[in-house]
């Protein structure tokens, strides 16, 4: 059983596209992120979500927006694809209730998104 | 604001031998302190965290990693390394302080265990 999964796994696009990434985690978790790994494996996250409610949202281009349907999702949409978006793009969850607050992350396996 | 400095991009050791992968953090408050690794085309997986008391924590796969707060590191540590063990480390802070409870990546460390 997969914990976190993103899909697609591997994403290539056109500059110009708008284009969304998917995640899911069954592992009960009540809050969610999107990390983004550039090419020089430098991690850096973009937003989180505590129970659907944004909680980080770090300095991003607001061409990138999140959406928690539930608390066991957090997508992606990524409008005007440029090429510095390629990257490969984490999702996270993990749990900050009671004495889990200090529980680590649990990620997914990437998705792997091309810009040409 | 927090940070955390993985000043090695590689480390390179021979199986058998002791390995050290090198971490220093930095926050305004108390930390609570990550070790991952990542292998090619993985997400990154949990090796072991500090929250507090014993400074020598142990983890998965026979890693275990020292706190010392004096010299705000966090460095990892195996006795014995192995071919399997070769990977991308990251160590990662969370200041208890900070109520969005982000989590800070550093730089990664690329770990090359030779047979």
């Known amino acids: 059983d997969t914990a976190v999964s993103q899909t697609p796994k591997y994403l290539v696009t056109q500059m110009g596209n708008d284009k969304s990434i998917k995640c899911e985690q069954n592992l009960g978790h009540d809050t969610m992120y999107w990390y983004k790994q550039d090419s020089k494996k430098f991690l850096k996250i973009m937003f989180s979500?505590?129970?659907?409610?944004?909680?980080i949202n770090e300095t991003v281009p607001n061409r990138f927006s999140p959406k928690s349907p539930d608390k066991a999702h957090l997508n992606l949409h990524i409008n005007s694809l440029e090429l510095g978006d390629s990257a490969v793009y984490f999702c996270a969850s993990s749990s900050r209730t009671g004495s889990s607050y200090n529980s680590p992350l649990h990620f997914g396996n990437g998705t792997r998104l091309t810009v040409t | 604001a927090q940070s955390v400095a993985q000043p090695e991009d590689q480390v390179n050791v021979a199986e058998g031998n002791p390995l050290t992968v090198k971490c220093t953090y930095s926050v305004s408050g108390n930390p609570y302190l990550f070790w991952y690794v990542q292998y090619p085309n993985r997400g990154l997986q949990f090796l072991l965290k500090y929250i507090t008391g014993d400074n020598l924590v142990k983890g998965s796969y026979g890693f275990e990693a020292e706190f010392n707060k004096s010299q705000t590191s966090f460095h990892l540590k195996k006795p014995s390394a192995l071919v399997s063990d070769s990977a991308l480390y990251f160590c990662?802070?969370?200041?208890?302080?900070?109520?969005?409870?982000?989590?800070?990546f550093g730089s990664g460390t690329r770990l090359l265990v030779r047979p």
């Open positions: 979500y505590n129970n659907k409610e944004l909680i």
């Open positions: 990662a802070v969370r200041d208890r302080g900070d109520s969005s409870y982000k989590l800070i």
